[in-house]
C-alpha cells in the first residue's frame, strides 16, 4: 500500500476531493500553510494499493493547475539606507506537490 501526500491550492481542492470521491478513493484533507508564501493550502492524503497510485496522479493532473501568484517583499537594495520599499515579485506556484511513500501497516479498527 502507498500513502499519496498532495499538496495542492485551495482553489482546486473541491473540485479535486469530489473527483476522487466519485473514483472511489478515501481522501483526508487538511488545511495547511505554506511556509513561503505563508498562504492557506490544503493537503490531501490518500492510502491506496500501488496499482491505484498512477490513476490518482492523473486525477489531480487533471484538475490543478499552476498559478502565478503576487508577494510584496522589502527590497535588500535599500536596506543600507534603512529604509525598506516595498516591491511586488511574481512566484509560481504548482498545481500540486505530491509525495508518494510506503506504507508498511494500515490498520482499521
Ligand atoms: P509555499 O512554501 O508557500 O511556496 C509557494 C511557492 O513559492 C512555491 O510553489 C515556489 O514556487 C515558491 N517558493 C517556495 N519556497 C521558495 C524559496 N525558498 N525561494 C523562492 N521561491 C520559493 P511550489 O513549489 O509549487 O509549492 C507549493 C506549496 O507546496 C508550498 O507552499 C509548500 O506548502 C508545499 N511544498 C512544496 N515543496 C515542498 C516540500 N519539498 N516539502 C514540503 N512542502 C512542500
Do not use: W
Not at 41 to 48: M, R
Not at 73 to 93: D, F, H, K, L, W
Request: hydrophobic share 40%; charged share 25%; proline share 3%.
Amino acid at each position: 500500500m502507498k500513502l499519496i501526500i498532495a499538496i495542492v491550492q485551495d482553489d482546486d481542492a473541491g473540485d479535486l476531493l469530489e473527483t476522487l470521491t466519485e473514483g472511489g478513493f478515501e481522501v483526508t484533507k487538511l488545511a495547511t500553510t505554506g511556509g513561503f508564501l505563508k498562504a492557506g493550502n490544503t493537503t490531501l492524503i490518500i492510502g491506496v494499493e500501488e496499482e491505484s497510485v498512477d490513476k490518482v496522479i492523473g486525477h489531480i493532473e487533471e484538475v490543478c493547475k499552476t498559478r502565478k501568484q503576487i508577494i510584496t517583499t522589502p527590497s535588500s537594495v535599500a536596506s543600507s539606507t534603512g529604509v525598506y520599499m516595498p516591491y511586488p515579485v511574481e512566484v509560481e506556484v504548482g498545481g500540486a506537490n505530491i509525495f508518494v511513500v510506503d506504507v508498511d501497516k494500515f490498520i482499521k479498527i
